[in-house]
């Protein structure tokens, strides 16, 4: 290895790193309702500390962006680290105390362990070590620990906005060490069907919006089904769930409405217009075969797919500096979650890889989520020699 990556390997504090994570999952964050401002104060001290230019910037009332910069501003390369400082409310089945910070064989317990506190502090200890081991950055790298990835995203998006892109980006997410060059959307379709209340006693005189509804359901499921023909080398499939439901007033009653709530999970070479068009078409065979069903379909809400290059050198370098540390090429691959990275790669076109310690299937949104904390040190190692590579 060369002498650089051995001093900046050297500058990794894991006990320092360990602590700060901890700290982290000590003060409660959650959005909803997004009180994000503790967090971000006690982080702007931190890296305040460390000797890093530090801002924050308030998105909304109370709840901050944390940009944080290393290097002189404009120099390129420039390298953006994200991570979102946001959790889940911690919901219930917990064994643990969600905001304990508890460390038991090696695993750091609490809301936000994994998804992702722990992670944003691998970040910040690898900035750290960079800057630590006397190395002149070439370039430049900006440190962004943003609100609101759990909601409507508006941390990242702000950021855009303000300018905050560069030549590569990583986010932070657990991806459990492996590269991420793509990610599906996920779009919110609504579907209401219209019917005409009476009393059940005379069922005629009405007309059923949750029979039709049942029978739109019935057409999405075979939709779903033929959604499985489609498929991106990183992503695989679409997928297609109704995920809620609701209609009608009381039993002796012939319901007037009935309202389903549709996810869309959306692949990066699919157009976002046809998946909603698809669902009408569905509501339409309903239609032709029962002409008194009426039904709208709207789209509530859309996070983008993304994919980039993987001729990109973001990917070759963290492919190398991760085959550095654990001892194999992790390859590149796809995600069926979506995160902060759409933002950054279609508003921001700045080249993203998402990348982290941790599980998302096995530890985000559940109750005693936890992460490992070698598995933090060993982030920070790859992110510091990452940002060696590709700034220092
Ligand atoms: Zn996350």
Known sequence: MPHDADMVLDHIDANRLIRLAQDMVRIPSDNPPGNEREVAEFLAQYLGRAGLDVELREVAPGRPNVVARWGRVGSRPHLILNGHIDALPPGNGWTRDPYGGEIVNGRLYGRGSTDMKGPVASLIAAVEAVKQSGVKPRGSVTLTAVMDEEGRQEGTRRLVQE??????????????????????????????????????????????????????????????????????????????????????????????????????????????????????????????????????????????????????????????????????????????????????????????????????????????????????????????????????
């Not at 859309?302 to 492919?319: D, G």
Request: with cysteine; aromatic share 4%; charged share 25%.
């Open 163 to 392: 300018g905050v892109v560069g030549d590569f980006a990583i986010v932070a997410e657990p991806t459990e060490f492996l590269p991420v060059a793509a990610h599906k959307g996920d779009m919110y379709i609504e579907v209401v069907a219209h019917g005409r209340e009476a009393h059940a006693s005379t069922p005629q005189e009405g007309v059923n919006a949750i029979d039709h509804m049942a029978d739109i359901i019935v057409e999405l499921r075979g939709l779903a089904d033929r959604l499985r023909e489609r498929s991106h080398p990183l992503v695989g499939h679409p997928t297609l769930t109704v995920g809620t439901i609701d209609g009608g007033m009381l039993t002796p009653m012939v319901p007037g409405r009935c309202r389903i709530t549709i996810d869309r999970r959306v692949l990066p070479n699919e157009i976002a217009d046809e998946a909603v068009q698809q669902v009408r078409e569905a509501v339409d065979r309903v239609r032709h075969r029962r002409p008194d069903v009426r039904a709208d379909v709207r789209m509530e809400a859309f996070a983008p797919p993304m994919e980039i290059n993987v001729k990109s050198p973001l990917v070759a370098v963290l492919r190398e500096t991760t085959a550095q540390i654990l001892g194999r090429d992790p390859g590149v691959h796809g995600w069926a979650a979506t995160c902060d990275a759409n933002l950054l790669v279609n508003e921001g076109k700045t080249p993203t890889l998402v990348f982290g310690p941790g599980s998302i299937a096995e530890q985000a949104h559940k109750p005693d989520e936890s992460v490992s904390i070698d598995e933090l040190t060993t982030a920070a190692k790859i992110y510091a020699l990452t940002i060696l590579r590709l700034v220092g």
